[in-house]
């Protein structure tokens, strides 16, 4: 173990994976800051520079990005009041009206700390996880994995924004998409109309610089290309001062780390359900919750803390079993592939020494974020405008220059853009496209899974595996509850309305 | 055309797809209809669902304020900036149109020119049509990205371009 953590840090020590640990923080800042791109934009674009380089280079570039991108999301959360991406939208609620007051500085700086520190939390739990999870994951078998997967789809259409019923709509449209393409197990041709293009099947990275990339742009010219303007007013505080917040409610950052490693951990709970729920915990559990709403800064801190613990959560359930613990997992898996590294029992086994580098990375990455953050906070903060107006022209020809470079096929820029509208759509009408990556993602793992199980245990191993049957019932269980539940809320509410109608009546 | 109406036409043409793809399904062997064949009645069984609730049940107010949701807070006093009357963009079905017009000429033009000219001719045109730069300096800047994109693909990551379908009637 302690070779692995070495060997890990030393992997990253050559200057190609310095280098692109620079670049793909300073790519993701800039991606994150910019309204409307968030993290899952940054890495569908990094997908076409994923081939040929060193594996721990390429995996600074694509986690350096997607952890600054977190912090670059925060700052126009708090500067603008548009979240970079949905997982900052709660930081909107105190850091902009800190930015009224002209607290902008201290606002940036306590959001800096508080990422860096949940960061940290989240590198050391990923650390401390994995001698703990590795015995378990050794012991479950392929019909354990299948059920796996199968709670993955299952709790992320639960957990989905919007109607449950799009959730797993769209969920089950991402399997399909996946199915396009040569069975792997008996080798028929499937849904390729005569094609030898879709032979091959639908690539990964391409459907995702579509759905995400392509359709953001989309959205963004029928938006109006609308100019975020501000007026930059004096400061009142300075970056330090936020810092020093960020150290004074340690108990704070302690407990929405924590909050953010357990929505990290569970499957399809995206880190926007975190910020959200962090910052709730934070107005609830304050002496003083009138402040929250007003610019207190444990609105900023709360959700920040979560955002930074929650890659480290996440990163475990994608690299040990393969099931994304949300949409930016899903797509960093999507890389992962791409690049070899399978996830499964292998990954704490003979690729430990790459886990320890993605440690290394979540480390490294929230240390330079945070300092190059604080540096250019001051300097942030008196930000009058960004104009999104060049970024779509600027954006969509990467995006479409880099589905062709993916496998040098000018038919992938025609997925691509399909995509890309398809991605339009269902955002407009409330498909979640998390759904669909999701269920695209772990199509294949639940096709393997269920063909071995079949061919080691026979037609009724649910039945003869108890593990398994285990598995199946608190399936069935945590899908059948949210539904429960309604139907109660609903009995309630009726019984509720009749009651009150027969005392207005009487 | 109404959200509801909006809303059935995106549900038929998915229940449309879920019933060709169970139809294809049914094609295959065995082995290679396990899991599409599921997924495809699974997905027909949702839409239908869907359809049926999205028609029957009136459509809930979704506008919630999350802070006091969230928190229990009344809502703070309003700013200047929220007191403002949130008005939808003008002319929407106009701009998505226009939106995927310009994702169609961009990929037509990859398809006969190439990426690199497509970019040059895409980018100049998109940033004059927005008003965004004049003419000429939309093309210094366009021309400044297409090197930078053709730097970066063709001779950092050595990726054989295409070259379009006009290229071989252009070149000799």
């Excluded at chain 2, 060709?20 to 997905?43: C, D, E, H, W």
């Excluded at chain 2, 939808?88 to 079905?93: E, R």
């Excluded at chain 2, 297409?146 to 000799?172: K, N, R």
């Amino acid at each position: 173990m302690l070779e692995a953590i070495i060997s890990g840090l030393m992997a990253l020590a050559t200057p190609q994976a310095m280098l692109f640990m620079i670049i793909g923080v300073s790519y993701g800042l800039m991606v994150g800051i910019l309204p409307g791109l968030g993290g899952i934009v940054a890495i569908a674009l990094l997908l076409p520079f994923t081939y040929g380089h060193e594996r721990a280079a390429t995996l600074a570039l694509l986690l350096g990005a997607h952890i600054a991108t977190i912090w670059g999301g925060s700052v126009t959360s708090i500067l603008f009041k548009v979240p970079g991406a949905a997982k900052s939208l709660a930081l909107v609620f105190d850091g902009h009206p800190m930015t009224q007051q002209g607290h902008a500085s201290r606002a940036l700086g306590a959001s800096a700390t508080a990422a860096l520190l949940g960061g940290l939390m989240g590198a050391i739990f990923l650390a401390f996880s994995i001698p703990i999870v590795r015995p378990v994951m050794l012991a479950l078998g392929p019909s354990e994995y299948l059920m796996m997967a199968l709670w993955g789809l299952t709790i992320i259409a639960t957990f989905s924004e919007g109607s449950l019923l799009k959730g797993m709509i769209a969920t089950s449209a991402g399997i399909m998409i996946a199915y396009v393409g040569m069975d792997p197990v008996s080798g028929t041709p499937r849904f390729w109309f005569g094609s030898i293009y879709l032979l091959d099947g639908i690539s990964f990275p391409v459907a995702m610089i579509g759905l995400f990339a392509v359709a953001e742009m989309i959205k963004l010219f029928v938006k109006g290309n609308t100019m975020i303007d501000r007026v930059a007013g004096e400061e009142k505080s300075s970056v330090f001062d936020g810092v020093k917040d960020a150290f004074r409610h340690w108990w704070l950052v302690v407990r929405s780390s924590l909050l953010g490693l357990w929505v990290g951990v569970l499957p399809g709970v995206g880190a926007s359900v975190g910020g959200i729920a962090a910052y709730a915990q934070a107005a609830q559990t304050s002496k003083t919750p009138e402040r929250f709403g007003n610019g207190a800064v444990e609105g900023v801190i709360a959700p920040d803390a979560t955002l930074g613990a929650n890659e480290g959560g996440g990163l475990m359930p994608t690299l040990a079993f393969g099931i994304p613990g949300g949409e930016s997992m899903a797509i960093l898996l999507v890389a992962f592939l791409s690049m070899g590294i399978v996830p499964g029992p292998q990954m704490l086994t003979t690729e430990l020494d790459l886990v320890f580098s993605m440690v290394w990375i979540i480390v490294i990455a929230n240390i330079i974020t945070t300092l190059i953050g604080l540096a250019i906070s001051s300097r942030l903060a008196r930000l009058p405008t960004l104009n999104p107006n060049i970024m779509i022209p600027l954006v969509l020809s990467v995006c479409l220059f880099g589905a062709f470079a993916t496998r040098g096929l000018v038919e992938d820029v025609l997925v691509a853009s399909f995509f890309g509208g398809l991605g339009y759509v269902m955002d407009k009408y409330q498909y979640s496209r998390a759904n669909f990556v999701i269920g695209m993602v772990l199509a294949e793992m639940i096709e393997r899974n269920l063909h071995i199980s079949l061919g080691l245990y026979g037609d009724y191993f649910v039945l003869t595996r108890p593990i398994t049957l285990a598995m199946l019932i608190f399936i069935i269980i945590t899908t059948a509850l949210p539904f429960l539940r309604q139907q109660r809320q609903a009995l309630y509410k009726r019984f509720f309305f009749n009651k009150k109608n027969k005392q207005a009546k009487e | 055309m109404s959200r509801r109406l909006q809303e059935n036409i995106v549900a038929t043409v998915v229940l449309a797809v879920f019933m060709a793809y169970l139809i294809t399904t049914l094609s295959f062997g065995n082995n290679a209809r396990l899991v599409p064949l599921p997924i495809a009645i699974l997905g027909i069984v949702l839409v239908l669902i869907q359809l049926v609730k999205q028609n029957l049940t009136e459509k809930e107010k979704l506008e919630v304020n999350i802070l006091s949701s969230l928190t229990g807070i009344k809502n703070p006093s309003p700013t200047e900036e929220d007191k403002q009357p949130s008005t939808p963009p003008p002319h929407q079905s106009r701009r998505e149109i226009q939106a995927i017009l310009f994702v169609i000429i961009f990929v037509g033009l990859i398809l006969l020119l190439g990426p690199v000219l497509a970019v040059f001719l895409f980018s100049s045109g998109f940033l004059s049509f927005t008003g965004h730069y004049p003419p000429v300096k939309a093309i210094w800047f366009s021309a400044l990205f297409s090197v930078a994109l053709y730097l970066l693909f063709a001779v950092a990551l050595q990726l054989q371009l295409y070259h379009g379908i006009l290229a071989p009637l252009i070149t000799p």
